[in-house]
């Protein structure tokens, strides 16, 4: 289902390119096959101009030197367009998992589903079953799949003791790689040898995998959490809704983390929903890079997993959450944000690739949850107004100054401290949600597969003279 990178980004592929205006370089090298300017090269192609490219005349080459040509002469190879960073803008391939639609006004759908819609009327379970499976459960298989993840809540003993182990200071997100990883040591040998090259017995392997992922999830956090804070969680008790009887991510994370708030279980699941998948983001294409390779389901999430981490993915939620408390009043923070704007600085949660102007939709629904949150007025609020009213004054400053809108992180952050989880495990409940989409990208990538195999565009020297060891100086 998925091509190559190489066609869709064949603008990036290297090529030769003389300097001189006035004759024009042969469109064939000395073999007679590889065509020097052609734009759509195929990987013999691109090993054909390297080897070839001694063979352009030297009445070609300025002063007898390749063009692009190194101090000591070697010939360097150069790209006739920019390249887009990041690869932005290049279309990887078809997929029927989601769509974000940042300009025409769909929005972000999940197969076919307004997120939105999901968010506020079905529970996360529902939409985990939606994109690992392809459709939304009927209540029989709701119920078979609350079963299955009840089963899969419970840590093997040997992963168990592990996670109890690791250190208190540990970051959230090694623990939880960790044990992602830990349980697929234990798990990969029962049952890949009987698989064989059975595409379908692939599917379905890769499904109950993708379910165990889900319950394992919180199940990692909270024994790693529990271990070190146990003294700091509260006695929980009471209703936990209607859905009570059957297995919910948002209730183990309430549950897990001792989680107070009123209401803490149904704004945890719209917040899993939202989360759940975003098409072809940096962690959902890193999984697919490593899917692509055949290795186990296990091998991707952990893949994903590392790459969530990342400051400029999920990591940015903790520094979004400490911009804000570190002002006292919104007019204090609106003067720092012009100074930082001045001095060129990057404000967290600001900034989307796809919602460059339209800004994030998911951020607009979780602002009106945080509202929601303050509107209740219990004894809880305390500061909330004035950090949300600091969190307006911000977005005020940054669309005038910056025509920047805020992204998914920076309500979300306030959401979660209002929730009162710690900020370290913001990134973690990330990845609770998207690990459904994560999963879905590994089951749709392996289905039709072709390995990810882009080129880059080498701008380095070539053809240098070789220097023996006891020869060479530092310089």
């Given at each position: 289902?998925?091509?190559?990178?190489?066609?869709?980004?064949?603008?990036?592929?290297?090529?030769?390119?003389?300097?001189?205006?006035?004759?024009?370089?042969?469109?064939?090298?000395?073999?007679?096959?590889?065509?020097?300017?052609?734009?759509?090269?195929?990987?013999?192609?691109?090993?054909?101009?390297?080897?070839?490219?001694?063979?352009?005349?030297?009445?070609?080459?300025?002063?007898?030197?390749?063009?692009?040509?190194?101090?000591?002469?070697?010939?360097?190879?150069?790209?006739?367009?920019?390249?887009?960073?990041?690869?932005?803008?290049?279309?990887?391939?078809?997929?029927?998992?989601?769509?974000?639609?940042?300009?025409?006004?769909?929005?972000?759908?999940?197969?076919?589903?307004?997120?939105?819609?999901?968010?506020?009327?079905?529970?996360?379970?529902?939409?985990?079953?939606?994109?690992?499976?392809?459709?939304?459960?009927?209540?029989?298989?709701?119920?078979?799949?609350?079963?299955?993840?009840?089963?899969?809540?419970?840590?093997?003993?040997?992963?168990?003791?592990?996670?109890?182990?690791?250190?208190?200071?540990?970051?959230?997100?090694?623990?939880?790689?960790?044990?992602?990883?830990?349980?697929?040591?234990?798990?990969?040998?029962?049952?890949?040898?009987?698989?064989?090259?059975?595409?379908?017995l692939q599917v379905q392997k890769n499904r109950a995998i993708a379910e165990r992922m889900i319950a394992l999830f919180p199940s990692i956090l909270s024994t790693w959490y529990k271990a070190h804070y146990s003294e700091e969680l509260p006695e929980l008790s009471g209703d936990f809704g209607e859905f009570s009887a059957q297995f919910s991510v948002a209730r183990k994370i309430v549950l897990g983390f001792g989680i107070q708030e009123p209401h803490a279980e149904s704004i945890l699941n719209k917040l899993l929903v939202l989360y759940a998948?975003?098409?072809?983001?940096?962690?959902?294409?890193?999984?697919?890079?490593?899917?692509?390779?055949?290795?186990?389901?296990?091998?991707?999430?952990?893949?994903?997993?590392?790459?969530?981490?990342?400051?400029?993915?999920?990591?940015?939620?903790?520094?979004?959450?400490?911009?804000?408390?570190?002002?006292?009043?919104?007019?204090?923070?609106?003067?720092?944000?012009?100074?930082?704007?001045?001095?060129?600085?990057?404000?967290?949660?600001?900034?989307?690739?796809?919602?460059?102007?339209?800004?994030?939709?998911?951020?607009?629904?979780?602002?009106?949850?945080?509202?929601?949150?303050?509107?209740?007025?219990?004894?809880?609020?305390?500061?909330?107004?004035?950090?949300?009213?600091?969190?307006?004054?911000?977005?005020?400053?940054?669309?005038?100054?910056?025509?920047?809108?805020?992204?998914?992180?920076?309500?979300?952050?306030?959401?979660?401290?209002?929730?009162?989880?710690?900020?370290?495990?913001?990134?973690?409940?990330?990845?609770?949600?998207?690990?459904?989409?994560?999963?879905?990208?590994?089951?749709?990538?392996?289905?039709?597969?072709?390995?990810?195999?882009?080129?880059?565009?080498?701008?380095?020297?070539?053809?240098?003279?070789?220097?023996?060891?006891?020869?060479?100086?530092?310089?």
């Open positions: 289902m998925f091509a190559s990178l190489l066609l869709a980004a064949s603008h990036l592929t290297p090529m030769i390119r003389p300097t001189t205006t006035t004759s024009a370089v042969p469109s064939t090298c000395r073999h007679g096959r590889f065509f020097v300017g052609h734009r759509k090269f195929s990987s013999r192609c691109l090993k054909g101009v390297r080897r070839c490219a001694k063979s352009i005349p030297a009445k070609f080459q300025p002063d007898g030197e390749s063009a692009g040509s190194s101090p000591g002469g070697s010939p360097q190879i150069s790209s006739p367009a920019p390249k887009p960073a990041g690869l932005q803008g290049v279309v990887f391939g078809d997929s029927q998992i989601s769509m974000v639609d940042a300009e025409g006004g769909t929005g972000l759908q999940y197969r076919g589903y307004a997120a939105a819609t999901l968010a506020s009327e079905a529970r996360y379970e529902e939409v985990a079953y939606l994109l690992i499976h392809g459709q939304l459960p009927t209540v029989e298989e709701l119920q078979g799949f609350s079963e299955r993840l009840s089963e899969y809540y419970e840590l093997r003993e040997e992963v168990r003791e592990v996670v109890r182990n690791l250190p208190k200071n540990a970051n959230p997100m090694h623990v939880l790689r960790t044990g992602v990883s830990l349980e697929g040591v234990y798990m990969y040998g029962k049952s890949n040898s009987k698989l064989g090259r059975d595409a379908n998948e975003h098409d072809l983001n940096a962690s959902a294409f890193a999984a697919r890079v490593t899917a692509s390779t055949k290795a186990d389901m296990y091998g991707s999430i952990t893949t994903a997993l590392s790459t969530l981490g990342g400051p400029l993915h999920g990591g940015a939620l903790g520094n979004t959450l400490e911009l804000l408390l570190s002002f006292a009043s919104p007019d204090q923070a609106e003067e720092f944000i012009r100074s930082a704007i001045q001095r060129k600085e990057v404000i967290p949660g600001f900034g989307h690739r796809v919602y460059r102007r339209t800004g994030d939709p998911r951020s607009a629904m979780i602002f009106t949850w945080v509202k929601d949150m303050i509107s209740r007025g219990d004894e809880k609020v305390g500061s909330r107004p004035r950090l949300l009213a600091i969190a307006e004054r911000i977005e005020k400053v940054m669309f005038t100054e910056k025509g920047l809108r805020p992204n998914v992180d920076f309500y979300a952050a306030l959401l979660l401290h209002f929730l009162n989880i710690p900020p370290p495990l913001f990134v973690t409940i990330f990845a609770m949600g998207r690990v459904a989409g994560w999963s879905a990208h590994t089951i749709e990538q392996q289905t039709a597969n072709k390995i990810i195999r882009p080129v880059s565009n080498y701008i380095g020297p070539l053809n240098l003279p070789f220097t023996p060891l006891e020869s060479r100086s530092s310089t």
